[in-house]
């Protein structure tokens, strides 16, 4: 096995946010399950966009927010994701290769706009996201490069690729290169509601070979149908070699090889946004991971990245996380 | 003379923001003048886009942040500007119409993209803005409504117009139609440099029936060309009705009728982002003029908007101006 070029590459959507602030009473009226992510398709999207209030666009996309985060902190990462030919993709384009990630998957003219997603942030700091797929639904396996896959210490995979059967092929075809050339398989189960559409499938790639699972509690329980957190973790550490788990306020739990590490929440003046709460947290514990940090170490990492993230609005940070990390006296 | 169905109605360049952060060094290397504003072609946008880190798409324009704090403030406002059929033109229109701002002015297809700014912000708040005017440079005559113009108790109109010869007829036509319907004309300088560019038609304009004049100190200081703000601010007094100029951190001077209001600048947590200040004090101003306040409340009314603009990215409020006055004891 050569070296890694990478330390994380990530599959997932690639999708520019438009955030915008509403209240409790827009999410009812607009059928909008507070805190999930829900597809919409072009006309659903143009309505509720004609509807909400002023916006703000910014780069965005869960295992794309990952990776930024994860480059923010000094790793090398690469991205791999649909864009269309439009403004919205160049403005995806810019950005995360402004961050410092590799991305080179090509645009598509013609077909469908690039992903956006209208993401409302109510006086919670709590976020709903309404996502038209666009030409995100068109990644297939032809899009996978395998010098990328082969070339990372970790692939990342974003749970929400289940929604789209032609993503999944890309997901599976992902899975085999980097099970053959001995690399870590990471994934995040991204949604509630998107693990209880997916969840025999989700079941299968996890026992079959996902090293590192990410999930936060509704997910976790929703994977394995059970109210209990203290069951699905348990579960969850016998399915899969490491389990990463995330309980918002309450911290995260982290489970390997029969032991339980609790981390605490780093604290924030004020929860603008909880938008990418969940991405930066998997990019600073994954930056501790392929770094050699403890495991203890990389979810007070995770922890850090997501105080951050959470502390304004969107889900790209707007601080150097590395230099963040130095001044918490994390070691480098 | 009818009752004003507008507060304010601006006339101005219709932006969109692309922010993001960067270093004095690359301030230098790119010859961009801090603090200021500079026009760049095609090119020069993309080149210097392609090398600046991430951004964050937010609307601008800086008549456009205007009539969005007078609106945030409960006022009714109007503007006219100029937007492309494409996406940036899309998102502008969709934010100042959501602020409740009436904008009716059509888009143009075909030509040339809505126009951008690529505004840099330094450590220290200060913002360095890249112009790229595109279809902005397409608004003439044949874009000012009547009706709007004649309909507002004040008509306001941004410098930076004067930078298109085209604007400018659209701008001696709006001055014209408001002064025959008895309404007021103010005008922001917008710009030391675009001062320089343009002094005599400036005073010539100033001279001729400009109400109210909003500037900052080096804006005003180069108008007179002195380096003296007492003296700029003493010709200010004489050529214009009502001079409201803004001095940063020293406050603003209000300048009528013979007396000379200083108001105090509201204190802020920290200053992130500076674009937006003197858009947002003439919001706040102007808000409390055409509301009835008396001089002193509607600069202390421009001090609040222009501190809560400066305590986050981007020049559109993110905090309901109106709310906001009300917890701070201002009478409505």
Same mark, same amino acid.
């Given at each position: 096995m050569t070296a890694a070029r990478y330390s994380v590459a990530a599959i997932g959507n690639a999708i520019v946010d438009i955030m915008g602030y509403c209240d409790d009473d827009f999410l009812a009226k607009h059928c909008a399950p507070k805190g999930s992510m829900r597809l919409v398709d072009a006309e659903a999207v143009q309505t509720l966009y004609s509807e909400m209030g002023p916006g703000i666009e910014i780069s965005g996309g869960s295992a794309a927010n990952t990776v930024v985060g994860v480059a923010s902190f000094g790793g090398k990462t690469a991205f791999i994701g649909k864009v269309a030919g439009d403004e919205f993709g160049r403005i995806f384009r810019h950005d995360i290769s402004a961050a410092g990630v590799t991305f080179e998957t090509a645009p598509v003219n013609g077909k469908a706009p690039t992903s956006r997603s209208l993401i409302l942030v109510t006086p919670d700091g709590e976020r709903t996201m309404n996502t038209f797929l666009g030409i995100s639904t068109?990644?297939?396996?032809?899009? %996978? /490069?395998a010098a990328v896959i082969e070339g990372a210490d970790v692939v990342y995979l974003e749970?929400?690729?289940?929604?789209q059967p032609q993503a999944k092929a890309a997901f599976r075809q992902a899975v085999a290169l980097a099970k053959k050339a001995g690399r870590t398989v990471a994934l995040t189960l991204s949604d509630g509601f998107c693990v209880d559409r997916h969840r025999t499938e989700f079941l299968e790639l996890i026992t079959s070979g996902v090293g590192i699972l990410f999930a936060n509690e509704s997910e976790i329980t929703s994977l394995y149908e059970t109210t209990s957190f203290d069951e699905a973790a348990r579960r969850a550490a016998r399915d899969t070699r490491l389990a990463v788990l995330t309980r918002s306020a309450k911290g995260s739990l982290i489970l390997s090889d029969g032991k339980a590490h609790e981390i605490p929440v780093e604290p924030v003046?004020?929860? %603008? /946004?909880?938008?990418?709460a969940g991405d930066l947290y998997a990019a600073g514990f994954l930056y501790g991971f392929t770094s050699g940090c403890d495991l203890s170490t990389a979810g007070r990492l995770g922890s850090l990245a997501a105080a951050e993230i959470i502390?304004?609005?969107?889900?790209?940070?707007?601080?150097?996380l590395a230099e963040l990390a130095r001044s918490r006296g994390f070691i480098f």
């Open positions: 068109d990644l297939d396996h032809g899009e %996978v /490069d749970g929400y690729l289940f929604d003046a004020k929860v %603008v /946004d909880t938008t990418g502390s304004h609005l969107g889900a790209r940070p707007q601080t150097n």
